[in-house]
Nanobody, 127 residues
Framework: QVQLVESGGGLVQTGGSLSLSCAAS????????IGWFRQAPGKEREGVSC????????YYLDSVKGRFTISRDNAKNTVHLQMNNLKPEDTAVYYC????????????????????WGKGTLVTVSS
């Protein structure tokens, strides 16, 4: 059974940092694409970042490039999103998501690719 469990959200001031984690079970990160989406109040869900071990590719939303870094913990089948220099516009519920199309790449990250979603974790950046 596929499960994605997020942790690490919270409240931080502008310019601060947070690290999100997503523990994946039921599949291996070796062959599939995993990443993060976010949804702010009144806005559509948008792809923030994804990672494909098989293809060796990553994707970042333009507005987070240079501030967010996605990484993988091989031993724990976990993916992390390190978020630095946070801004109020980063405030959203962040969802872990997986595309279980085998051997997929990570050039784009639309919600239509996602097969499984986590329940989400709230990130609030105060000004």
């Amino acid at each position: 059974q596929v499960q994605l469990v997020e942790s690490g959200g919270g409240l931080v001031q502008t310019g601060g940092s947070l690290s999100l984690s997503c523990a994946a079970s039921g599949f291996s990160l070796d062959y599939y694409v995993i990443g993060w989406f976010r949804q702010a109040p009144g806005k559509e869900r948008e792809g923030v970042s994804c990672f494909s071990s098989w293809h060796g590719s990553t994707y970042y939303l333009d507005s987070v490039k240079g501030r967010f870094t996605i990484s993988r913990d091989n031993a724990k089948n976990t993916v992390h999103l390190q978020m630095n220099n946070l801004k109020p516009e980063d405030t959203a519920v962040y969802y872990c998501a997986a595309d279980l199309t085998q051997y997929g790449s990570c050039g784009t990250w639309p919600a239509t690719r996602v097969n499984y979603w986590g329940k989400g974790t709230l990130v609030t950046v105060s000004s």
